[in-house]
């Protein structure tokens, strides 16, 4: 594993191609000393070669003029200056490291043969590849030339000179199949010669040396004559390669090294996975400082919200067990140890945001977790205050957990609910507790009743909902919202056909949207029907989604719960409960076509309650602190790169 952020710099420059490190030589004279580095220039030549990357054709046509045709995209061409003037003829011998030697027997109907030497200079060794006859691998065809094999060894890259369409062409052979694949070239004239070289910063006029002492920036150590072992950070989804491909890694306009290379840290950091940062906090104090930075931490989870990325699938079963289940990869499950360690206890979740799960176990004990630093912090206890309750009643409690960003602090609700044995007693409790001050107080406002009994809110637009009907004897539903800025209770109209008290209702959060599921009976079928409102307090904004009827999505389901949108939003994710095999499934349903799209899950129990959360950095059993220095560091380099500060407005 690297151990500075020289050694992830260096990392990332061997991903990329020779083109791109000469135009990063002109960022400043630390940059230019680095690509001229021998010991880099080895690096990055030994990687290209391990990796099978920055491997291009050169052809060669009228004896003096030579084209550049990238190995992997070789519709990509560009004309090379040559360095001479003089002609010279090349006749290529070597094909993936090995002697190879093509004979053509025009006595046998000009049967080619194709052989590599095993074991070099071993007469023995000898073995036939392949052989063909001329019309077999491309008809019309005089003379083959293999070049190379391709990366898993199982083609060979012919270049055919003279074919039936009067002009060469390049062919890749199936050794299995024995078919061939013609390669198609933008730019080739009708007659060339081809050769294979390796793209690498080897020096042609400078005497080599011993490797230089690299500068040292950021107060990191400084990186001498040792060498540095390829960084590759998996975790069954991440690895450098992918991040550089992707482009994720802005290099280019920077003029300052030092502000570069910060800004730099801070983007690929923020788009790792928790798993990986994690691992990543030993690898000194300053990657550790950077890593439990409050600033980073916004930064990482505000990537994460914005790419739907880093999401997460809590499954519960038997009450106190707990699986992870990756979002995009729902075959990958991980089992969770319960916070306080008591892996018998019964736990429910209360809700979810950001990373953070509000969780209550069997004993009334309220916890604040999170399952992917496996941090958790238990809430202070408080009282039930009420005047004078009857000696037989029922009592009731509904929670919700959400984000506050304006006072930049998480908060659990509970509501407590008394009712007399025949409606001659009702009264409610409100209360709100802060992470950031770790206190319970009390809020007023609240005068509805809850529909069904232990209620859990869910979080839109950082306001808690709930269903509720005005009093005790009302049978007129009712949306309620609390709005975790100012703390204040307020309706959120529903859809006109809402007032239809044979529909069932079933109020939820999804992709940021209040999420209506609507199911009644309909000339003898049973038809669900889900609506989004696509405007936050908009009453006209309640679209339909989809309509579907009972046995068209899952047949024998009783209750289709959605869940999330697909990262694209094409598809939308149900949990289906209770259907006809006597279990519960997940299915993908396209919006599009209406197709449905079954999520195999290894290790799912038969029955089980599904959450969505995304893995974050946010810290616990700590005050949650203001930008530090760091933090204000990092504002200052984002901001010198055109970026803003982190703004969580989408809650997981």
């Not at 030697?101 to 025009?106: C, D, M, V, Y």
Request: hydrophobic fraction near 35%; include cysteine.
């Amino acid at each position: 594993m690297a151990t500075s952020s020289h050694d992830m710099i260096i990392e990332i420059l061997c991903c990329l191609s020779v083109k791109d490190l000469l135009r990063f030589k002109c960022v400043s004279k630390l940059w230019c000393s680095w690509m001229e580095d021998p010991y880099f220039i080895k690096l990055h030549l030994s990687y290209s070669l391990k990796t099978n990357t920055n491997h291009s054709l050169i052809l060669r046509y009228r004896k003096f003029q030579f084209l550049s045709v990238n190995y992997d995209s070789p519709k990509t061409t560009r004309r090379l200056k040559q360095p001479f003037d003089e002609n010279i003829y090349f006749d290529v011998k070597a094909m993936g490291g090995y002697l190879c030697l093509t004979a053509t027997h025009r006595e046998l109907n000009d049967v080619v043969d194709v052989w590599i030497m095993k074991e070099y200079g071993v007469k023995e060794s000898w073995v036939k590849l392949m052989s063909s006859t001329q019309p077999d691998l491309l008809p019309g065809s005089p003379f083959e030339v293999p070049l190379a094999f391709s990366k898993n060894g199982n083609k060979v890259l012919f270049h055919n000179k003279y074919s039936r369409g009067n002009r060469d062409s390049l062919v890749w052979y199936d050794l299995g199949s024995k078919r061939v694949e013609k390669v198609g070239i933008k730019g080739v004239p009708v007659v060339y010669d081809v050769y294979l070289y390796v793209e690498s910063l080897f020096p042609v006029n400078k005497k080599p040396h011993r490797v230089p002492r690299l500068e040292q920036d950021m107060g990191l150590q400084i990186l001498q004559e040792r060498r540095i072992e390829r960084v590759r950070i998996r975790s069954g989804h991440t690895c450098f390669d992918e991040l550089v491909e992707k482009k994720l890694v802005v290099m280019e306009g920077c003029s300052n090294y030092g502000s570069m290379s910060r800004l730099n840290m801070i983007k690929v950091r923020a788009m790792l996975y928790v798993k990986d940062l994690l691992r990543f906090k030993c690898v000194s104090k300053f990657w550790c400082s950077w890593i439990d930075d409050p600033y980073f931490i916004k930064l990482h989870l505000s990537y994460s919200l914005k790419t739907n990325t880093n999401r997460s699938l809590i499954v519960r079963h038997c009450k106190y067990q707990f699986l992870s289940v990756n979002y995009d990869s729902p075959k990958i499950t991980r089992r969770l140890k319960q916070p306080l360690g008591e892996q018998k206890k019964s736990i429910q979740i209360l809700g979810s945001c950001n990373g953070l799960l509000a969780v209550e176990d069997e004993n009334g004990r309220m916890l604040l977790w999170n399952p992917s630093t496996r941090k958790y912090q238990v809430l202070p206890s408080t009282e039930i205050e009420f005047s004078s309750p009857p000696i037989r009643y029922s009592r009731s409690t509904y929670c919700g957990f959400g984000y506050d960003p304006v006072s930049d602090d998480y908060k659990l609700v509970r509501i407590v609910q008394l009712l007399g044995a025949n409606d001659e007693y009702f009264h409610s409790e409100a209360k709100v507790y802060s992470l950031r001050s770790n206190f319970w107080r009390r809020i007023k406002g609240f005068c509805f009743y809850f529909i069904s009994y232990r209620q859990l809110g869910f979080l839109a637009n950082n306001v808690l909902h709930w269903m509720v009907f005005k009093t005790p004897e009302s049978s007129s539903r009712n949306l309620v919202g609390f709005d975790l800025r100012s703390e204040e209770f307020s309706l959120v109209e529903l859809p006109d056909f809402c007032i239809d008290e044979n529909i069932y209702l079933n109020v939820k959060a999804m992709g940021g949207h209040l999420c209506l599921t609507a199911t009644y009976w309909e000339l003898g079928d049973i038809v669900a029907d889900v609506w989004i409102m696509k405007e936050y307090g908009v009453k006209e904004s309640w679209v339909k989604l989809m309509s579907s009827t009972y046995p068209d999505l899952i047949p024998g389901s009783p209750s289709e719960v959605p869940l999330a949108f697909s990262k694209n939003g094409d598809k939308v994710l149900f949990h289906l409960k209770f259907n006809r095999d006597k279990r519960d499934s997940l299915v993908w349903y396209d919006l599009g076509s209406k197709r449905i799209e079954k999520v195999g899950i290894r290790g799912v129990p038969i029955v089980y309650d599904v959450d969505l959360y995304v893995e974050s950095l946010v810290p616990l059993n700590q005050k949650p602190p203001r930008a530090n220095l760091n933090g204000n560091e990092m504002a200052e380099t984002l901001a010198s790169a055109g970026m803003s500060r982190p703004c969580l407005f989408k809650a997981w």
